[in-house]
T-cell receptor, first 109, second 113 residues
Framework: SQQGEEDPQALSIQEGENATMNCSYK?????LQWYRQNSGRGLVHLIL?????REKHSGRLRVTLDTSKKSSSLLITASRAADTASYFC?????????FGAGTRLFVKA | ETGVTQSPTHLIKTRGQQVTLRCSSQ?????VSWYQQALGQGPQFIFQ???????GRGNFPPRFSGLQFPNYSSELNVNALELDDSALYLC????????????FGPGTRLLVL
């Protein structure tokens, strides 16, 4: 199994600011995904970045991947109150993904 | 919307009872995984099924069992419920050719008293 570990555990910012969350993992991967979970709901897939990619964009999301450091970051630009949620990374590659505790993002209006 | 549904949405049971939770995946999704999420924690992997066979299991005792059916539905059964089984239970499905991208249902919140 492979577990992603998110950092920080919690993040509080003002609306309009950028939010950056980090993920570290321990073994080789095929890709890494980021998910969002609104309070008490199911997880929503945000973005997938493959091991041969270094950066990927989707709307206000920017994900980077550094396989040499076994780390990834998720940047949310111009945050909105609706971005308030928990964010999880999921490193994958032929094994069962174990989710970490996530980063709790709170965006203040 | 992910196209994955779960029932019931909420459930209250007492210690020692048995419970069955249900999940309906998207048509064509051959893989289904179940997760347990305690309050404030990340989802913990229980097990995965592929074409009706268990295809991997997390660190959960045998009283957690599952079934997957040909019509893309699945069940999670928990026997001899304990207070610590109180959690949000999530199912996630994936088509085999995108097995690493999972589509989650909204979850069933189980409370054991």
């Amino acid at each position: 199994s492979q577990q992603g570990e998110e950092d920080p555990q919690a993040l509080s910012i003002q609306e309009g600011e950028n939010a950056t969350m980090n993920c570290s993992y321990k073994t080789s991967i095929n890709n890494l995904q980021w998910y969002r979970q609104n309070s008490g709901r199911g997880l929503v897939h945000l973005i997938l970045i493959r091991s041969n990619e270094r950066e990927k964009h989707s709307g206000r999301l920017r994900v980077t991947l550094d396989t040499s450091k076994k780390s990834s970051s998720l940047l949310i630009t111009a945050s909105r109150a609706a971005d308030t949620a928990s964010y999880f990374c999921a490193p994958t590659g032929g094994f069962k993904t174990i989710f970490g505790a996530g980063t709790r993002l709170f965006v203040k209006a | 919307e992910t196209g994955v549904t779960q029932s019931p949405t909420h459930l209250i049971k007492t210690r020692g009872q048995q419970v069955t939770l249900r999940c309906s995946s998207q048509s064509g999704h051959n893989t289904v995984s179940w997760y347990q999420q305690a309050l404030g924690q990340g989802p913990q992997f229980i097990f995965q099924y592929y074409r009706e066979e268990e295809n991997g299991r997390g660190n959960f005792p045998p009283r957690f069992s599952g079934l997957q059916f040909p019509n893309y539905s699945s069940e999670l059964n928990v026997n001899a419920l304990e207070l610590d089984d109180s959690a949000l239970y999530l199912c996630a499905s994936a088509p085999w050719d995108e097995e690493e991208t999972q589509y989650f249902g909204p979850g069933t919140r189980l409370l054991v008293l």
